[in-house]
């Protein structure tokens, strides 16, 4: 939406309470009325040209004005407009019961359908515009009534199985910086697929806030879950977890990776990564801390060595939002994790770090590190042959600056080349009526520590101002109060006159983006195209690509919502989970919540993709902050063909591999194993490739740029392949 009151002539100031609308002079739109407290009533005349089509009904008595019959136009401005005729609803206010509709032009054929309470129908084809039909329900038809078909959902809540609630302790951030414009400290929990105990199927893990224990699920095969105790799971965390990965260090040795944030204490002591080693029964804590506390963890095979590396994604200094923060690479050497000193350089002071994938954009066999950066751009760090050069300018994504929260890839578009979908804050928020410019945020050192000023650009003051009031900026400044005695000067000056000689010590940094969007991988640059309006309405986190429905074309899932903004911001909370149906040509289309089946109305955060019962339908798991963790069965799909990939023994899994399957000549689209993507979550190793026709072969590119094209067994269900290109038919 746009802001149009001064352009359509509502300019005037003053305190209104009623409105109401009505065809006051007959001319077929609709003018308004408006109530003025202490003031004559304000009317304004519609003097709009554009076509249009009114309706007014005739009920039979004693409903002589068809209330709550709706009403249809067919072949307009859109192919079709509907309005229910309603008295009251408006706030102590009843619109004329007219109805006007956009014809779009003179000449479209159109036809008005009117379905009134009784349950009979008026239909009045042929109609032209710039008329005003009134409909008469004496001469409606009876209707026929139609069995109604409510199609199954394609996902089937089965949250029971698991019955898993996150525990989130309280924390104050508003006592540490007081003009925080969102809580810090409620930003988890992980999720994470993984098969910890190497029976061949894929166990759910859930990470934990402070004062809870990390939650493991095993998988028994047949549908079912087992929450697994004793240590080390037993073992209360004195951090909130971020990040949490399943990871093998050798045969048989499975350990859990769980990012430790030591944004509440402050401390640079501590591990930086928790290694849960469920078959020791330890936890190892050697992982190195440092001042930045932990948020995303991603695992890639950086020189193709057949060996990953850690990635431990600094999300944030604590006390000290929005400085940038480090982040740190880990190389495992002779059974234990070492700084990767030279790459580590590269991401110190690299930003705020939300999510993290390791990705290959320019299919040569080696992983690019993909950052999502609250206050900047999606950061691009080129591999090249082991060591990372930041390309983000050059590939033209540094202007795209954003808030941008979680991170994945894959072939939307079906060319072989990974696009990158980040998501973002969306556009239903309080600052979307400030975006004329981007928005920005001043921080620099005060008496207590770091204090920040968020500001925009207020086009008809033509200044940038703070985005709060006297009181709340004071708390930050205290200076400031001594500058204004009044709100109303304070309201009338800008960030340059309120801030002072403050202003000129300050770092500035900038949000023009807050669209959750994909970026189309062209080679050589990156084409943005913002997600349907539905993926808009609300924060989003997690982003998953898989392909839901198994028509051969990926989809992608967000996670949504956030409630713990500051006290005086209203929560953000439009979200349920959504499922954005992809058409191969990387459009997207928003799937109704009554069709996917999935209704999260929580602030979800991590999710992550398995197949867990082994049915060729990927399912899905969505974490919530301080509530039920939920899961969903995929009952409703195309089953696919299921592939597991046999690595080297440093990465038996083959993360970082990428695989298509072969349908005669044409190739279906990438798709690559992640140790580690979307919001702080991994995806199941096994992949469900989908099959609209059955596929002749399957090619893949290991880490390092091996590649090789395998023959498909007819009817095979689930397939292993090698790094040799040996495939092995499992069903």
């Known amino acids: 939406f746009k802001e149009v009151g001064k352009e359509w002539g509502f300019s005037d100031e003053g305190v209104s309470h009623g409105m109401a609308l009505a065809d006051l002079d007959g001319d077929g739109d609709l003018d308004v009325v408006v109530n003025n407290l202490n003031g004559p009533a304000g009317i304004y005349r519609n003097e709009s040209n554009a076509p249009r089509v009114a309706v007014r009904l005739k009920g039979r008595p004693p409903n002589t004005r068809g209330i709550g019959a709706k009403i249809w136009l067919y072949g307009g401005a859109v192919p079709i407009q509907s309005q229910e005729v309603i008295c009251g609803g408006r706030y102590l206010s009843s619109d004329d019961p007219v109805r006007a509709f956009a014809a779009g032009t003179p000449s479209n054929e159109m036809r008005i359908e009117v379905r009134w309470r009784a349950g009979r129908r008026s239909v009045v084809n042929g109609v032209k515009a710039n008329r005003i039909y009134e409909i008469d329900e004496a001469g409606a038809a009876a209707m026929r009534e139609e069995p109604k078909r409510e199609a199954k959902p394609v996902f089937e809540d089965v949250s029971q199985l698991i019955q898993h609630v996150h525990h989130e302790e309280a924390f104050d951030d508003s006592q ?77 040795q499975t350990v859990i990776l769980a990012g430790s944030a030591n944004y509440e204490d402050g401390l640079a002591l501590g591990a930086s990564v928790r290694q849960y080693d469920l078959a020791a029964r330890t936890i190892d804590d050697r992982l190195p801390g440092q001042l930045s506390s932990t948020g995303p963890l991603a695992l890639g095979d950086v020189n193709g060595d057949g060996q990953l590396s850690l990635f431990v994604g600094g999300r944030v200094i604590p006390g000290r939002y929005p400085e940038a923060a480090s982040s740190m690479l880990f190389r495992w050497r002779e059974g234990k994790w070492g700084v990767d000193v030279e790459n580590t350089k590269r991401f110190e002071k690299v930003g705020l770090v939300s999510g993290a994938v390791f990705s290959d ?98 086009a ?192 038996p899994q083959g993360v970082g591999a990428q695989l298509r399957l072969i349908f005669g000549q044409r190739p279906g689209p990438m798709r690559e194993l992640h140790g580690g993507s979307g919001y702080w979550s991994q995806d199941s190793a096994v992949q469900v490739m989908s099959t609209p026709q059955p596929p002749s072969q399957v090619w893949v590119r290991w880490p390092g740029g091996k590649t090789i094209t395998t023959s498909i067994p007819p009817g095979a269900k689930e397939i292993s392949i090698n790094t040799d290109g040996s495939l092995e038919k499992i069903r």
């Open 176 to 252: 540490r910086q007081p003009l925080l414009w969102k809580k810090l400290s409620q930003s988890g929990p992980g999720v994470a697929w993984y098969d910890v105990d190497g029976d061949g199927w894929e166990d759910l893990i859930v990470g934990s806030g402070k004062g809870g224990v990390l939650a493991v699920y095993r998988n028994d095969g047949r549908g079912g879950f087992q929450r697994m105790s004793g240590a080390p799971l037993a073992q209360i965390t004195t951090r909130d977890q971020t990040g949490v990965l399943g990871w093998r260090k050798g045969p048989g």
């Open 361 to 458: 954009l320019d299919n040569d066999g080696r992983p690019e590190m993909i950052l999502a950066c609250e206050w900047g751009p999606i950061k691009v760090f080129h591999n090249e042959a082991g060591r990372f050069k930041e390309m983000t300018s050059e590939l033209g994504l540094t202007g795209y600056t954003g808030w941008w929260n979680g991170i994945t890839t894959g072939d939307l578009d079906g060319d072989g080349r990974l696009d990158i979908v980040a998501s973002n804050w969306g556009r239903n928020t309080r600052y979307e009526s400030h975006r004329a410019q981007p928005l920005r945020v001043y921080y620099g050192e005060a008496v207590g520590g770091l204090a920040l000023v968020q500001a925009y650009y207020d």
């Open 460 to 651: 008809e003051m033509n200044k940038v101002v703070p985005e709060e009031g006297l009181a709340l900026e004071a708390k930050g400044l205290p200076f400031i109060r001594e500058r204004y005695n009044t709100h109303r000067e304070y309201a009338q000056a800008s960030v340059d006159e309120i801030l002072g000689d403050w202003l000129k010590r300050a770092r500035e940094l900038r949000a023009g983006t807050l669209e959750t969007v994909v970026f189309f991988n062209r080679g050589d640059h990156f084409e943005i195209k913002p997600l349907p309006v539905e993926a808009q309405l609300a924060p989003a986190f997690a982003v998953c690509v898989a392909d839901y429905d198994g028509d051969g074309n990926e989809d992608v899932f967000l996670s949504q919502n956030f409630f713990a903004m500051e006290s005086d911001a209203t929560r953000c909370d439009a979200g349920r989970g959504l499922w954005l149906r992809g058409d191969g040509q990387g459009n997207l289309s928003a799937v109704s919540g009554q069709e996917s089946g999935v209704k999260v109305y929580g602030e979800q955060r991590g999710a992550a993709l398995c197949d867990y019962d082994g049915d060729g339908r990927v399912d899905l798991v969505v974490s919530q902050n301080g509530a039920e963790t939920k899961l969903y069965h995929n009952t409703g799909g195309k089953a696919g063909l299921r592939v597991r990939l046999k690595g080297p023994p440093g990465n």
